[in-house]
């Protein structure tokens, strides 16, 4: 059986359903065009030979003129004498196409209001999508979708509708997801607990990789591998529209933002010709919200504070780096620009996070590894604070569990927050620097590693030092071991996200990472 779509073209009442609708009949069929009903007399002549619109009353589907619509389906705005007009219309056009129409019962079928909310156009839609796929795989079953077919075909109801949703078929649009950084920390790690997950149904799962390798590994993951340049725009254009993907998690560059925006451009041409909701989730860092780029920190920061985007876009003004205030507008062009392209957008903020990876690559993190590998350089573990700045910390299982509840949102056609309410930090708390290096100290003591387990702060000498440990300015180091965050998980919670782990598991944990650590080290 060939998976070619079947062109076929819509009319109906509203654009907001219309979208759903072309959304639930993909992949099967492919929605050319959506006509508005007040607009048909106008435009049923060229849809009937096989042209585009002059003047399109909506920017609805593919635009693929080049097969032949096979049907036109004609929503539950038209009436009998509106059906009878429009055909007398179609008798008179010269050439046009002898195609069958499936009309929805509009007697047996209530509308919702002249300007629906979204989810009256979601359950309208979801029962028009059941009525029109089950008259169009009649026709299918029939033949009469493969020859000269004028007829009307009304359909009626075949399901029962209850609460919204219908029984026995998907009532939501089908997804593709795409992941990057899929051999890194946090990537692989998710992969590593998708299948568990118990996630809403989708189409197809999607890994960008860059080695055959890696392409070998995300298939033992029920991935399908992708190979493409996230640099280059016309290469992700063709990656996402030619697999539909209409989720994006963003796992690989929080600093600059090409990518990210050619992401975010491709996903508005999949919604501009399925009409269906497209999201992108950018992952970012808590430095960008704390003392090191300029966030303020003189009170708990809400992941749900609804100016965040504000502080941020002043945060681009006063970071003391530029590398971070690189990085915070590369927050501020995701949300932008997904706005700007009608791409549902979310920033996510991992923080500490520690704990052994699940992943086929990289196993270890970032923040703890710095600290190890500069106090096996100096055989003292040094505090770069003055004070006792505290910063959030997460287990690297309940980082991947707050990544899996914003999926499991999307898939479920919810709203998770999204756009400039769309941030999210991953953290089960915060705790003291001083209290994380006195475990480590500990733990590396123990191991010999250092000295003794005393922590005493650096000066600008032993900063110098720990900056060639970590390859780094003197002036970086705190960046990299240190800081202030004030920066407090909400939104997670909101939709249902409970991490496993509380902040003192990371002191708890101390002796199981400092060894983790130095197992995957490379000299």
């Avoid at 254009?237 to 989720?247: F, L, N, P, S, Y």
């Avoid at 620009?337 to 086929?360: M, T």
């Avoid at 939709?495 to 944990?509: L, N, T, V």
Wanted: net charge negative.
């Amino acid at each position: 059986m060939s998976d070619t779509p079947i062109p076929v073209l819509i009319t109906g009442r509203t654009q907001a359903i219309g979208r759903l609708v072309i959304s639930y009949l993909a992949p099967e069929y492919e929605v050319i065009h959506f006509t508005l009903a007040a607009n048909i007399t106008a435009e049923l002549p060229s849809l009937l030979t096989g042209k585009a619109p002059p003047n399109p009353s909506s920017t609805l589907g593919s635009g693929n003129w080049s097969s032949r619509p096979r049907a036109l389906i004609l929503g539950g705005a038209y009436t009998d004498q509106d059906i009878e007009r429009v055909q007398e219309l179609a008798k008179s056009t010269p050439g046009a196409a002898n195609i069958p129409w499936v009309r929805v019962d509009s007697r047996k079928l209530e509308g919702p209001p002249g300007e629906p909310t979204e989810e009256q156009a979601a359950a309208y839609g979801q029962q028009v999508m059941v009525r029109v796929k089950d008259g169009l795989k009649k026709l299918k079953e029939e033949g009469k979708l493969d020859h000269d077919n004028s007829g009307v075909y009304l359909t009626t109801p075949v399901s029962l509708i209850l609460k919204g949703t219908v029984q026995g078929t998907t009532a939501m649009p089908s997804h593709s997801i795409l992941i990057t950084g899929a051999s890194g920390y946090l990537g692989g790690t998710l992969l590593a607990r998708w299948k568990d997950a118990n996630l809403p149904s989708y189409d197809k799962l999607y890994a960008l990789v860059r080695t055959d390798a890696q392409a070998t590994a995300v298939q033992h993951y029920s991935a399908e591998p992708l190979a493409f340049d996230a640099q280059d725009e016309v290469a992700v254009r063709d990656a996402v529209v030619t697999h539909q993907i209409t989720i994006v998690f963003y796992l690989i560059d929080a600093m600059r933002s090409e990518a990210q925006v050619n992401f975010i451009k491709a996903l508005a041409e999949v919604k501009r010709t399925t009409g269906q909701e497209v999201h992108f989730l950018h992952t970012t860092g808590a430095k960008l919200f704390s003392s090191h780029a300029g966030a303020p920190i003189d009170a708990p920061l809400l992941d749900t504070h609804p100016e965040l985007y504000s502080i941020q876009k002043a945060q681009v003004e006063t970071a003391k780096w530029d590398l971070m205030k690189g990085a915070v507008n590369t927050n501020n062009i995701v949300i932008e620009e997904s706005e700007k392209h009608g791409v549902r957008s979310y920033i996510f903020a991992p923080c500490i996070v520690y704990g052994r990876g699940e992943g086929f690559g990289n196993t270890i993190s970032i923040q703890t590894v710095a600290i190890v590998k500069a106090a096996r350089a100096m055989k003292r573990v040094y505090k770069v604070d003055g004070g006792r700045p505290t910063w959030p910390v997460c287990h690297v299982l309940d980082n991947t569990t707050l990544y899996i509840e914003i999926l499991r949102a999307i898939l479920d056609g919810k709203d998770p927050g999204h756009g400039t309410a769309g941030y999210f930090l991953a953290a089960s708390g915060s705790v003291a620097w001083d209290d994380i290096y006195t475990a480590m100290a500990a733990a590396l003591a123990k191991r010999n590693i250092i000295g003794d387990n005393t922590v005493v702060p650096a000066n600008d000498q032993i900063l110098e030092q720990m900056g060639e440990a970590l390859g780094c300015p003197p002036q970086f180091v705190p960046v990299q071991v240190g800081g202030m965050c004030t920066f407090t998980a909400e939104h997670g919670s909101k939709i249902g996200w409970r991490p496993q782990y509380g902040p003192e598991h990371i002191i708890e944990d101390a002796e199981n990472e400092v060894q983790l650590i130095l197992d995957n080290l490379k000299d």
